[in-house]
């Protein structure tokens, strides 16, 4: 496509192509390293080519503890719109781990509460392709992110599954601590994926330990 002579077009073209490279390309090269897709990889394979329509591309969290007010990935960490699969509607999400290990923030939670929202609307299907370190980044876990993140699990447990015709399906694609493994869990379907870089728990071993250190 030729660059337009408007400048304002200019500018949401480079904007699309930085959304493209998420966390960077070297992040992208050391997930592929790892025998790991991107997160719109996945999407492309799912769905049916040309039928996913991105929202929300140009969102940034709004944390500014740890130098976070420096380090803004479009998009935020979470690649969300919908789709067709068979030609069938569906929403979908997908963790983009080269963000913030694909960590909590507000943005990423109102990000997936809003594709939910739609898809109770229409009585379509919601698909999560879970790729998450952690359930929050220290810096990006503040007062604002709990709270929206409580409201994906409210639309898990009552308002979503209450919706006519709506199922919540979750693809495991690679980590799923704390959080993030009780959302799986209370879905209506957990595809999982291959043993080596899919895994579901509520917290690792360094919490644990600490834990027990504390109780002695």
Not at 21 to 46: M, P, Q, S, Y
Not at 108 to 129: R, S, T
Not at 159 to 176: E, F, H, I, N, P
Request: charged share 25%; aromatic share 6%; hydrophobic share 40%.
């Amino acid at each position: 496509m030729p660059d337009s002579p408007d400048p304002r077009i200019r500018k949401l073209r480079e904007l699309r192509a930085q959304t493209l490279v998420a966390g960077g390309e070297d992040k992208i090269k050391a997930h592929r390293a790892k025998g790991k897709l991107t997160a719109r990889e996945r999407l492309d394979l799912l769905l049916d080519p040309g039928s996913f329509t991105e929202l929300d591309p140009f969102v940034t969290h709004r944390c500014t503890e740890f130098g976070l007010a420096n380090q803004r990935y479009l998009g935020d960490s979470v690649v969300t719109g919908y789709g067709q699969i068979d030609g069938r509607l569906v929403f979908v999400f997908s963790q983009d781990f080269t963000v913030f290990g694909g960590s909590l923030s507000e943005a990423h939670a109102e990000k997936i509460c809003k594709i939910m929202d739609l898809a109770m609307k229409v009585g379509a299907p919601v698909i999560g392709l879970n790729d998450s370190g952690r359930g929050a980044h220290p810096g990006r876990a503040d007062s604002r992110a709990w709270p929206a993140t409580a409201n994906i699990f409210l639309r898990n447990v009552t308002l979503a599954s209450a919706a006519w015709c709506r199922t919540d399906l979750a693809r495991s694609s690679g980590r799923a601590p704390a959080a993030r493994c009780i959302r799986r869990r209370i879905t209506d379907f957990i595809l999982h994926g291959q043993a080596h870089s899919s895994h579901m728990f509520l917290t690792g071993p360094d919490v644990v330990r600490t834990r027990s250190r504390t109780r002695r």
